[in-house]
């Protein structure tokens, strides 16, 4: 007899209309409490759950919502918030949480003469979701605080769901973290105890499954942490409770057979990342074990070839009896729902699923999979999805001949400099005569409630285009006037017109698409709408010069123009699949290399390319590592190559693991490079002097994610500590990232606070 189960390894937590943005930024404005805070994440919580049951999931899960971030739950579900914050044993959690993640509530939760920093961020493996990063030194220790999570539980049960409780495993858990003068596999017995304590205690609460995601598993894995797997899972097992071990993102290669002799009920597999594994998965996983595939993507909005899953999953059913189905990880990454995107094209509306969508493929596979693909609803969506199928392959939107001739054409040189680094500096400094420390923002400034209101006004009609430049020239009069004013010395036009660094330049390429709700979470109440690429990408017309020239005009100072590069435009987007990531790279570095020549005749001298999510594009296997890197740091080099010796080419990168791959940073060649390494006091800077980096870079001074202003003190120290690992000559002084989140009081004073820094260090 043939068993199927369906389930989702989590679900987005921002919900339909970004609810949990709404409740979690009232909150911190002090226009709500907790009680309500908490009313909001239930109301959630409850919805999800009734879209997962109502699509037929055979088990909701629970433990996978967050009010700021996942990894920030289990870092107080397992008690181990860094001893640095000297939280007071008296304060509530929810105010160590938040002070945790965004610096703030210090005064009311912790001593005197803590540090208040907030804890690091990095990606969250390769995705552009943002993790906090635990930290971890020889006294730290765990304690279980399991309440929040059983309480979960219960609240779904009392629904009359079936619940599998999602958790990060243990060894993931510890891998994700930053050691202090520890190993962080030396903490692994002391954290398993609380880890079978939970098991055990889920399991009492009738918990039918555990799913512990180890995505660790499909990394090159050092021997010490592979040797750790069985015995870790040896002693979990012995906590009586069903386990699901969860893996994703990449193949399991070495780690394959590993994953399959480990003491678990099941094992989940990333069906679309790895599906030439699912073979080899079928023939190592014994009987009984449950074999769960991954077979809709979680990562990307496209449709499934539901025929070809189909083709994939028979073999596999006939060989064990039963298989579970899911996506290929959680669906935090892909928007909520297609439902109100009625304003995207028909045919490429067909042919997306978001995670509603998504959880509807699922039971249309499994009825396919138990009642047969001649059933009359069966039937009737595969005929569907093989009907948008067809329409995108046959589609004139997609393919472009002037793109590809233009591709074609793209002579040997274009991804180089005319100069070395050295004389493009001299003749830059010629041009700009920069003290020492010249200070300088990453772009963005506050979009204050006047802003966004204007541009919604205007994307209503509701204001005619003149109107809306005159405001937008007004803003950018404020922002230069503002930075002239606290003595910056490179200036930028504040970016008043975007509402996004991706979506602002997709929106005025050809092969974009853009939703009117298709919201993701970046972190906490941050979320992003990312384009949808479906088709060859081509420039219309210029993009930022008639703003950066009217700044620009406001100025003797050089303003800077700001771009976004070729990789976190595809990074960022919804990319197509029916043609490689490296030619779809080329074809936006083109379109901004065209900008960059057009912002350089204009007069603009200093232009950012920012490229954030180099690093986050990197594959998770080293073996592939060199052919991504080709590609990404060609595609900017082709977009700064454009570029006159005197013209000084930025770019910016944050929140990543920058060490590997330092050598293609450089490889990029940007005359500076700003980078975010305030959260890590400067540590992330070590790898940068290390290498020996030679061209210029600014070292972000203070997290423009938190509230807190850091006094002119804080940031001469971090620009000490840099100078003694950067030759001072190449050093830049800036904030971490961009503005656009913070209010106009604390980007003045923390500004300015800044700007004094850099002049005692030049005195």
């Known amino acids: 007899m043939k068993t199927i189960h369906t389930h989702t390894l989590g679900f987005p937590r921002i919900g339909a209309r970004r609810e949990l943005k709404t409740a979690l930024e009232s909150y911190w404005r002090g226009e709500s409490d907790a009680a309500a805070l908490a009313q909001s994440a239930r109301a959630l919580r409850q919805r999800h759950w009734a879209l997962q049951a109502g699509a037929g999931l055979d088990f909701v899960t629970v433990g996978d919502f967050a009010l700021y971030d996942q990894v920030a739950n289990h870092i107080q579900l397992f008690g181990c918030e860094p001893a640095r914050f000297g939280f007071d044993a008296a304060s509530d959690a929810l105010t160590r949480y938040f002070a945790m993640a965004r610096g703030d509530g210090h005064e009311r939760c912790c001593g005197a003469n803590h540090d208040a920093r907030a804890l690091d961020m990095t990606k969250w493996f390769d995705t552009n979701y943002h993790y906090l990063v635990p930290e971890f030194d020889t006294a730290t220790g765990f304690a279980l605080h399991p309440a929040p999570l059983l309480a979960e539980v219960a609240e779904a049960q009392a629904l009359g769901h079936a619940v599998k409780v999602a958790l990060i495993g243990p060894l993931t858990f510890l891998w994700l973290g930053r050691e202090r003068g520890v190993d962080r596999l030396d903490l692994l017995e002391r954290l398993l105890p609380a880890y079978r304590a939970l098991l055990a205690q889920l399991k009492d609460a009738g918990v039918a499954w555990v799913q512990l995601d180890e995505p660790i598993l499909g990394l090159d894995l050092a021997p010490a942490w592979r040797n750790a797997f069985e015995p870790t899972y040896w002693k979990l097992a012995q906590s009586g409770a069903r386990l699901m071990l969860a893996t994703y993102f990449s193949p399991l290669e070495e780690n394959l ?26 023939d190592w996983l014994a009987l009984p074990k449950v074999l769960s595939v991954g077979i809709v993507d979680g ?161 209503s009609g509701a204001l005619d285009a003149q109107a809306y430049a005159s405001a937008m020239h007004s803003e950018i009069a404020h922002a230069v006037a503002c930075q002239e004013e606290l003595g910056l010395d490179v200036l930028v036009h504040g970016e008043a017109e975007r509402n996004d660094m991706v979506e602002y330049f997709g929106e005025q390429l050809a092969g974009f698409a853009f ?41 003797a100072k050089p303003v800077k123009g700001m771009l976004t590069g070729p990789i976190t435009l595809l990074q960022w987007s919804f990319v197509r699949t029916d043609q490689p990531r490296a030619d779809t790279a080329l074809q936006l570095a083109l379109a901004m290399r065209a900008e960059v020549a057009d912002l350089q005749a204009a007069g603009i001298g200093i232009i950012q390319i920012d490229e954030p999510a180099l690093r986050e594009g990197l594959p998770l296997r080293r073996a592939q590592w060199k052919a991504y890197l080709d590609w990404a740091t060609r595609a900017f080099r082709v977009t700064a190559g454009a570029a006159a ?110 700007v004094a820094a850099a002049r005692a260090m030049r005195a």
Request: with cysteine; aromatic share 6%; hydrophobic share 45%.
């Open 645 to 754: 010796d005197a013209t000084q080419i930025h770019t910016h990168m944050c929140y990543a693991e920058f060490n590997d791959i330092l050598p293609a940073i450089a490889a990029l060649d940007a005359d500076v490079i700003t980078i975010e390494t305030s959260r890590s006091d400067m540590a992330l800077l070590d790898g940068f002097g290390a290498f020996a980096y030679p061209n210029g870079i600014g070292p972000g001074v203070y997290d423009i994610h938190s509230p807190r202003v850091p006094s002119s003190a804080d940031i001469e120290r971090l620009l000490r500590k840099a100078a003694q690992v950067i030759p001072p000559e190449h050093l830049w002084v800036n904030p971490d990232c961009g503005l656009k989140t913070r209010a106009w009081p604390e980007t003045r004073a923390a500004l300015a606070n800044m």
């Open 257 to 282: 057979s590993l994953a399959c002799r480990l003491p678990v009920a099941g094992l989940h597999v990333d069906g679309v990342r790895a599906p030439h594994e699912l073979t080899s998965v079928c």
């Open 515 to 555: 939703t009117g709700h298709g919201w993701v979470q970046s972190y906490g109440s941050r979320c992003v709408k990312p384009p949808i690429i479906f088709g060859d990408v081509a420039r219309r017309a210029p993009m930022t010069v008639g703003w950066t020239v009217h700044a620009q005009g406001l100025s």
């Open 299 to 459: 990562r990307n909005v496209w449709r499934t070839d539901l025929d070809a899953a189909l083709a994939v999953l028979d073999p596999l059913l006939a060989r064990r009896g039963q298989l579970w189905l899911a996506p290929s990880c959680s669906l935090l990454h892909v928007p909520f729902s297609l439902a109100g995107e009625d304003a995207l094209a028909p045919a490429l509306r067909a042919s997306l699923a978001f995670a509603g969508e998504k959880l509807e493929e699922l039971g249309t596979l499994k009825a396919a999979l138990c009642d047969g693909i001649d059933a009359p609803a069966v039937a009737a969506s595969l005929a569907t999805a093989r009907a948008a199928l067809a329409a995108r392959r046959a589609s004139a939107q997609v393919h472009d001949p002037e793109v590809a001739a233009a591709v074609a054409a793209v002579p040997a040189g274009a991804d180089r400099r005319a100069s070395p680094f050295a004389v493009r500096k001299a003749r830059q400094q010629e041009r700009f005569a920069l003290p020492s420390y010249p200070t300088t923002t990453i772009g963005s400034f506050p979009q204050t409630a006047a802003i966004r209101a204007a541009r919604a006004r205007f994307k």
